[in-house]
Each structure stands twice: as structure tokens, then as C-alpha cells.
């Protein structure tokens, strides 16, 4: 029986399966390799946003911090790969990510809203699978650091739905976020054959 993680965040349909913690586990080097790529783009997601929606005032204060927050653990997963030998070599993309931007609408004010809900799902369970990958790293430092990022994802999916409900309705929030969480899940209900983050 692999070990639980602290709670998860309640957005999520369904909690990730025994299976990707093995999987994960197995393939530490492959998890930290993607790692640091979800973290650059994740940065990269929020210095979007912040290009796109410049006018939104409240929002590009709120991911100029969560930018500069998903760089410093950028340079941190690196540091690990560093350590450990390993190339920041380019990674094959599982259909994780394309699936969830594939339900972003492409006219406004739907795809602002779509674009934060989405990119708090991934935050969301981020926050979950690293909190797996610290209760289940057989190596005690490597599950520290892991547990030392589980507040920030879960921060910065608080952040996320924060602007939602700020700039739209908590209905339409509330409604559209069900929707897409059920992609989401659905998304992650097969494990993909190569190990990643989002696999």
C-alpha cells in the first residue's frame, strides 16, 4: 500500500491511481528531468497571461510573484538534475497538457476565464503528485524537497481561482470549473507509457 500525501485540493475529480506512483518512483531522474520543464512552463504560462491581459491589473501583480516563484523552483529542480548527472535535455510531451488547452474557448471573455481555470487544474494536481512523490521517494532528502513545494502549487491554484472569481461571476466560475475538472480526470484515467509529472 503506497503512502497517501497530505489532502488534496477538492477541485480534483479523482485522486491519481497507485499505478503513476510507481511508475514515478521508478523513473525519478525522468520525473525530475520533467519537472523542471513543467516548471519553466509554468512560468512561461503566467508571463502569457500577463502579455495577453495587460489591463487586468490585479491579475499580472498577482502572477508577476507566481512567475518569479515557478523560475526559483526552475532553478532548484535544476540544481537536483545537476547533482545528479542529469542533461536538461528536451522531453516528449505527454497528452496531458494539449487535452486541457484543447477546452480553452477561443473567444473572450471565455477563453480568460478558461486559461485560469485550466492553469489552476494543473497546479491543482501538481500540488497532489509531488505531496505522492514525497510520502513515496525512498530517498529522504529528495522527498523533502518535494513536500517543501506542495504549498506553493496549492497556492498558486488558490491564486488562480481567486482572479476567476474576481473577474467573472462564481456561478459561471463554479459551473465551468466542474466541467473542465472532469476533463482533467478524464485526461489522467489511462496511464501514459512514458513517465512524466502529467502522465
Not at 522531453?91 to 478558461?114: C, I, M, N, T, W
Not at 482572479?163 to 496511464?191: G, N
Amino acid at each position: 500500500m503506497l503512502s497517501s500525501p497530505l489532502p488534496t485540493i477538492n477541485a480534483l475529480k479523482q485522486p491519481t491511481n497507485d499505478a503513476w506512483v510507481e511508475q514515478a518512483i521508478a523513473n525519478i531522474d525522468i520525473i525530475l528531468l520533467d519537472h523542471s520543464h513543467c516548471e519553466r512552463k509554468a512560468a512561461g504560462v503566467a508571463l502569457n497571461m500577463m502579455f495577453r491581459y495587460p489591463s487586468h491589473h490585479k491579475m499580472v501583480r498577482e502572477l508577476t510573484a507566481i512567475a518569479c516563484e515557478e523560475l526559483e523552483h526552475f532553478e532548484l529542480v535544476n540544481q537536483w538534475l545537476e547533482r545528479r548527472q542529469i542533461k536538461l535535455t528536451a522531453l516528449s510531451a505527454p497528452p496531458y497538457g494539449a487535452g486541457l488547452k484543447s477546452q480553452v474557448r477561443g473567444q473572450e471573455p471565455h477563453r480568460f476565464l478558461d486559461s485560469l481555470l485550466v492553469t489552476g487544474l494543473i497546479e491543482a494536481r501538481s500540488h497532489e503528485r509531488l505531496g505522492l512523490l514525497a510520502a513515496n521517494c525512498p530517498e529522504p532528502e529528495l522527498a523533502k524537497f518535494y513536500r517543501s513545494l506542495m504549498a506553493s502549487e496549492a497556492r498558486h491554484f488558490g491564486t488562480y481561482w481567486v482572479l476567476a472569481d474576481t473577474y467573472f461571476e462564481r456561478k459561471i466560475v463554479m459551473d465551468r470549473l466542474d466541467e473542465l475538472a472532469e476533463v482533467e480526470s478524464q485526461l489522467l484515467s489511462t496511464l501514459h507509457p512514458e513517465p512524466r509529472i502529467h502522465s
